[in-house]
């Protein structure tokens, strides 16, 4: 079997799902060769993504952590980056940046969860038809933009250099261009950001960052701002990715929603279900720092070795019928937050913002429906979506006034 798993076009026009499946079977490490001439191993069963996520001792994270990583950036970013850093530096900047979580900080974001999903939703009813991926967007952006600091007038901003920077895989020099110019951009906000909290320290990210220190020594301007980067944009898309995917498979399965409109005690099985379902993030990528076997491959030190993670959550020596969407699954392996050391750090917060997503859709929503073409997103890396268009009805007792 052939198939090219890193080319983007393959996502948004194909069902991949038999693919992973096959590979499964066939070659659970599987040697992708790249149309440049490169190749990578693509590891696609829970058993062997776990084995090699969960030891950093031999495939490391500082040669990147996706593919088509921009090499120069990735090289000032090694070391420095909460997502290329390998241990023991790595923990200690984790625990720079989770000395943000303070309980005040995370009521504060509790309750601009609640407000922006209702008021979100709210309006996408009362517009008849939506696109949901633009409803699904102001959750998380405002989540992580209170979290790091940003000002309310500035999150608009943020979600659309975000979703330019990091959601799709650019086809053409133009577009790499705009992308690095979004990039820029970014790191230029927090520039200015953090020289106001130096000044004035407040309760979050980016005053615990600019005044985090490892071994006695402040972090450097690179490792705030390079942190900053990976944490507005991994907060940003994946959940958004994961709401509307989750949206999309209760509709697809009228009977899950019924059932969790009746028994809001599903919902935590509920959340863990739709990540591991929607699986936003495809790919991990780590780099082998010795010759190593894995799956019965001879990996050699240097290869890059990548953890195909929706493959590795349809896996049916793990999930009992695996592509069947089940809010009442359990146990939840799933590698949707991926595994060992780089345990996704927004794990928490995550499924907080998805809690409180669907608990306002429960609460305001009767039922839904899709109103024309639903888009994939066009990217190796996120498996998302450009376009979902839906019509929610609302239950009888919703009142515009008091749903917020």
Not at 234 to 250: K, P, Y
Not at 294 to 302: E, P, S, T
């Amino acid at each position: 079997m052939t198939v090219d798993l890193s080319d983007p076009h393959f996502y948004q026009e194909s069902d991949p799902e038999p693919v992973w499946s096959r590979l499964r079977a066939e070659h659970p490490v599987y040697r992708n060769q790249r149309a440049n001439g490169d190749h990578f191993w693509a590891v696609m069963t829970h058993r062997l993504c776990s084995e090699m996520l969960t030891d950093p001792r031999v495939f490391s994270s500082e040669n990147g952590m996706r593919l088509d990583s921009d090499p120069q950036v990735l090289a000032a970013a090694a070391g420095k980056m909460l997502n290329v850093t390998d241990p023991p530096r790595h923990d200690k900047v984790r625990k720079v940046i989770s000395s943000a979580f303070t309980p005040k900080m995370v009521d504060r974001l509790e309750t601009t969860m609640r407000r922006t999903a209702a008021a979100a939703i709210s309006e996408a009813m009362d517009e008849g038809e939506c696109d949901f991926t633009r409803v699904a967007q102001k959750l998380p952006v405002s989540v992580i933009c209170d979290m790091m600091g940003v000002p309310p007038a500035d999150w608009d901003f943020m979600v659309d250099r975000t979703r330019f920077a990091w959601s799709s895989t650019a086809l053409d020099e133009a577009e790499e261009t705009k992308k690095v110019e979004a990039h820029t951009e970014i790191l230029c906000y927090f520039q200015e950001l953090a020289v106001e909290r130096r000044r004035k320290p407040q309760d979050d990210l980016m005053s615990a960052l600019v005044h985090g220190e490892i071994d006695g020594t402040p972090l450097t301007e690179q490792e705030i701002f390079y942190n900053c980067d990976a944490l507005i944009s991994g907060g940003n898309e994946t959940t958004r990715h994961a709401t509307v995917g989750g949206v999309l498979a209760l509709i697809n399965n009228p009977d899950q929603w019924r059932k969790l409109r009746l028994n809001p005690g599903l919902m935590p099985s509920a959340i863990q279900e739709i990540v591991r379902y929607t699986s936003p993030v495809m790919h991990a990528l780590r780099t082998a720092k010795e010759d190593v076997e894995l799956g019965g491959q001879l990996i050699r030190a240097g290869d890059h070795v990548v953890a195909w993670l929706p493959s590795a959550n349809r896996d049916e020596e793990v999930f009992t019928d695996p592509e069947r969407f089940d809010i009442e699954r359990s146990p939840h392996r799933h590698l949707g937050f991926i595994q060992g050391n780089h345990y996704c750090i927004g794990a928490a917060l995550a499924k907080l913002e998805l809690t409180v997503m669907f608990d306002e859709l429960t609460r305001l929503v009767q039922t839904a429906e899709i109103t024309g073409p639903v888009r994939r997103l066009r990217s190796n890396l996120l498996w998302g979506f450009d376009s979902l268009p839906v019509k929610f009805t609302p239950h009888l007792k919703y009142d515009r006034r008091t749903a917020q």
